[in-house]
C-alpha cells in the first residue's frame, strides 16, 4: 500500500524555468492538497481539490497551477519559477471533508525544492 | 475565518517527564481539531483528532489532548516523554459549518532530551 507518492523529492530551478511536481495517492480518496512548509510559518495551504474535475484556491496560490483529471493524481505546476517559491512541498489527501466523516490527512513525504 | 496558535516554538523535556504541547484556535462556528508529528526529512503523520464528545481525546504512541471550549485550547499531552517522541508537532483546525480545509499552526519543536 504506497499511499501518497510524490516525485521529485528534491529539485534544483533557476528563476524563470517550469516544472511539475507530481502526487499520486492509491488509497480512492476524494480529497487531495498541495501545501508549501516554511519555517516558523508552518503548513500554508496553495491549492486543493474535493473530486476529479473540482479544483480550488487555497491561502498562497500566486504563482501555482493545479488540476485533477483523475481521482488519483493531482499535479502542481510552477508556471515561472521564483526565489520565494523554495520551499518544501507537500501533497496530502484525505476521504471527502464533510461533517461527521472519519476524515485525517495522508502526507507524502513532500518535495524540497530551491530556486535559484 | 479560523486559524490556530503555537504559542512555543521550542519545548524541551527531560525523558519520563510528562510533556505539554500547547494549541490555541479560533473559529467562529464549532472545530474540528487535529494534531500532527513530522519526523526528520518525513511527511506528517496524523496523532489525534477531537469531532465532538469526550473533551479527552487518546491517539497514537500513548498522547492524549485535551480540549477546552472555554479556553478555546486544544493542548497535547503525553503522561511520560521517550527521546524518541522528539519531532515538530503541527495542531490544526477546520470549522465545521463553513470551512472545507485545515488552517494549521506553525508548529513546536519538541526535544526530549535523555
Known amino acids: 500500500n504506497a499511499g501518497v507518492t510524490q516525485t521529485p523529492k528534491f529539485q534544483v530551478l533557476k528563476t524563470g524555468q517550469s516544472m511539475t511536481l507530481q502526487c499520486a495517492q492509491d488509497?480512492?480518496?476524494?480529497?487531495m492538497s498541495w501545501y508549501r512548509q516554511d519555517p516558523g510559518m508552518g503548513l500554508r495551504l496553495i491549492h486543493y481539490?474535493?473530486?476529479?474535475?473540482?479544483?480550488d484556491q487555497g491561502e498562497v496560490p500566486n504563482g501555482y497551477n493545479v488540476s485533477r483529471s483523475t481521482t488519483e493524481d493531482f499535479p502542481l505546476r510552477l508556471l515561472s519559477a521564483a526565489p520565494s517559491q523554495t520551499s518544501v512541498y507537500f501533497c496530502?489527501?484525505?476521504?471527502?471533508?464533510?461533517?461527521?466523516?472519519?476524515?485525517?490527512?495522508?502526507f507524502g513525504s513532500g518535495t524540497q525544492l530551491s530556486v535559484l | 475565518a479560523q486559524s490556530v496558535a503555537q504559542p512555543e516554538d521550542q519545548v524541551n523535556v527531560a525523558e519520563g517527564n510528562p510533556l505539554t504541547v500547547k494549541c490555541t484556535y479560533s473559529v467562529s462556528g464549532n472545530p474540528y481539531l487535529f494534531w500532527y508529528v513530522q519526523y526528520p526529512n518525513r511527511g506528517l503523520q496524523f496523532l489525534l483528532k477531537?469531532?465532538?464528545?469526550?473533551?479527552l481525546v487518546k491517539g497514537s504512541y500513548g498522547f492524549e489532548a485535551e480540549f477546552n471550549k472555554s479556553q478555546t485550547s486544544f493542548h497535547l499531552k503525553k503522561p511520560s516523554a521517550l527521546v524518541s517522541d522528539s519531532a515538530l508537532y503541527f495542531c490544526?483546525?477546520?470549522?465545521?459549518?463553513?470551512?472545507?480545509?485545515?488552517?494549521f499552526g506553525s508548529g513546536t519543536q519538541l526535544t526530549v532530551l535523555p
Open positions: 496530502a489527501s484525505s476521504r471527502a471533508l464533510t461533517r461527521g466523516t472519519n476524515e485525517k490527512l495522508f
Open positions: 481539490s474535493v473530486g476529479a474535475g473540482i479544483t
Open positions: 477531537y469531532i465532538t464528545g469526550d473533551n
Open positions: 488509497m480512492n480518496h476524494e480529497y
Open positions: 490544526a483546525v477546520r470549522d465545521i459549518g463553513s470551512a472545507r480545509q485545515l488552517t
